[in-house]
């Protein structure tokens, strides 16, 4: 395998930006012995890279053109064009900073933004990793030698748990227990709450079956209490009280992994991370709330290292089309942002409450998800406590179980997200 040198020298337009885009494409295409540097090395053969060379508008644009999106032009396969030719490290640019969703008015009545208005809704590409392929037809086209340094690995996992909720389990059970005129089940959940041993309260049981699998996952904590509006919640759970502090040092010396859930509240990443008894560099927006680029930019002032943050709740797939996790471009300052975000891919809700299919064919099309993207991929799959062990949430701990088998079968493995920051943030 030959050693390449992408050279971009230090005076190129947009060096800053060409550096990053070339990053990601070896890192997405998953290319070895390739460097990109504005230094020369004599070991390495060199390939120059700039405005004449890479036949791309991304060297020649004002960074504020992504602010003005009406002066894109699209064809009909939503690739950005270039004097009449498809320009595709333009349009991964575009897919890979999501672009399309900054400052839109597309919001859902939680103020999150609207899978159905995504250019991956509209393309029906949600479940396809569409920039590598763009990065792929690009390099074909202008460096096909460099694609024989090409390496297909093993995808892996990434798991988590978001805890929203530890004592759930009496009213919304026992809801839709009631509902079903189940007094059994709500004669078991009374009694559970009387000796405080609530169903949800099941981290326990978690890590018990996680270890059985040789799976060390995250779990992301609240630290705002009680309901904020009509519509959202925080923790049911007080994340100072003794029980939860117990719980907290259960998953860190079982070697498994805490991060912030950042509530909706006023206060920054900061101020909440002060809150979490134990230190993180990790977050994951409770509802998936965010709006971007203002969400990039509140995590870059913070002291975190990494967002889980970047998925739809109402379709699983790839959000901005790309299967790995990736540093994001700042636009305004033209340069990487200083953290990693990893995308989230697969979620419980989005099956049971928004596509509203059975456990089976939750599996189903989870399964098929990730036979289509078995190589150079990290699926980050989110499942929460209670959908373990619930009247209300009923069977839906069997898709988790059969992903579980499933990649034990397939001998695909785990990641942790220290291991994800060493390999995919830019330095
Ligand atoms: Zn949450």
Known sequence: MKSYLLFIPPNTKNKSCLLWLFKTAISSLNLKNIIVDEIEISTHQTILINETTIHSRIAAVDLNIWFQPNSLTFDNNGIIMNNAVEDELMTAFYLINSISEYNSKYIDNIGRYKFDASYQKKHDIIGTNFVTILFERYFNKYFPQLLENRVFEKTQFFFSHDIDSLYGAFLQDGKAALQKGRFDIIAKLI??????????????????????????????????????????????????????????????????????????????????????????????????????????????????????????????????????????????????????????????????????????????????????????????????????????????????????????????????????FNKYYLA
């Open 191 to 420: 009694f559970n709450a009387i000796i405080l041993n609530p169903e949800w309260f099941n981290i326990d049981k978690i890590l018990k079956i996680e270890n059985e699998y040789e799976l060390k996952s995250t779990f992301f904590w609240i630290v705002n209490k009680g309901r904020v509006n009509k519509s959202l919640t925080n923790a049911d759970y007080d994340i100072n009280s003794p029980s939860l502090r117990r719980t907290i040092d259960k998953v860190l010396s079982n070697n498994s992994f805490v991060g912030l859930h950042k509530s909706i509240s006023n206060e920054s990443y900061d101020q909440e991370l002060k809150k979490l008894p134990v230190q993180t560099t990790i977050n994951r927006n409770h509802y998936l709330r965010f709006n971007l680029p203002k969400h990039y930019q509140n995590i870059e002032e913070s002291q975190l290292k990494i967002d889980c943050s970047l998925g739809f709740a109402e379709h699983y797939g790839f959000r901005n089309s790309l299967a790995i996790p990736f540093v994001p471009f700042n636009i305004l300052e033209g340069k990487p942002y200083q953290f990693l975000e990893i995308p989230l891919n697969v979620m419980d809700g989005t099956f049971q409450k928004y596509m509203q299919l059975p456990p089976i064919e939750t599996t189903r099309h989870i399964l098929s998800f990730i036979e289509k993207n078995k190589t150079n991929s990290v699926i980050s799959v989110l499942w929460h406590n209670h959908f373990f062990n619930s009247y209300r949430f009923n069977g839906y701990f069997k898709p988790y179980e059969d992903i579980l088998m499933y990649i034990k079968e397939q001998s695909f493995s785990f990641v942790t997200p220290e291991t994800l």
